[in-house]
């Protein structure tokens, strides 16, 4: 059995007694993963970033790893907002699966699909493939875990199915 935080009133169109876990347990993960993904895009623009140009204005192939890293950790922003509006668990535990193939195709991106320098010492070896293998390896943990909370959730009967509240 749940026990309530102490000393809290009732939200409307909650059935008192939840926990303070289940009322925000959710909306934390959410967090995490647009919090992940955000350090993700911009991380990879310009704080973990590949080599810089060459002296003639050029780039080198590692140049366009950083580039399909950071537009494509756009798209896993975009679904960590998309987890903020809808609130039917089954469209969340959807959103949350999409995640996955693209956190896949961000991990292929440096060295696998888009050819990195050859030296070891380079930058985009040494900096920017760990550093996006580390975040893009959580954002896929917490989607998840996220698929599943928000696929083995107990519906809430409560509330009624279009989403308003009800009249007391």
């Not at 993963?33 to 080198?60: N, Q, R």
């Not at 140049?63 to 950071?70: D, E, G, L, M």
């Not at 950790?73 to 959807?94: E, N, P, T, V």
């Not at 975040?135 to 599943?148: P, R, S, V, Y």
Request: aromatic share 10%; net charge positive; charged share 15%.
């Amino acid at each position: 059995m749940t026990h309530p935080i102490p000393n809290e009133p009732p939200i409307e169109g909650q059935p008192p007694g939840k926990s303070f876990s289940e009322k925000y347990g959710r909306i934390t993960l959410d967090c995490v993963l647009l919090i992940l993904s955000t350090v993700l895009c911009l991380g990879s623009a310009y704080i973990f970033h590949t080599c810089a140009a060459k002296e003639d204005g050029s780039y080198m192939t590692c140049h366009w790893a950083n580039v399909a890293v950071s537009a494509t950790s756009a798209l896993l922003i975009f679904d960590s907002i998309l987890l903020f509006l809808f609130r039917d668990s089954k469209a969340q535990a959807a959103i949350c699966f999409s995640m996955l193939p693209i956190t896949v195709l961000i991990a292929l991106y440096p060295n696998t699909l888009i050819p990195m320098c050859m030296m070891a010492s380079m930058r985009c070896l040494s900096v920017f493939r760990p550093a996006v293998w580390i975040f893009d390896g959580l954002i896929a943990i917490t989607a998840l875990i996220n698929c599943l909370v928000y696929t083995f959730r107990k519906p809430n009967h409560n509330r009624p199915m279009d989403g308003r509240r009800e009249r007391v």
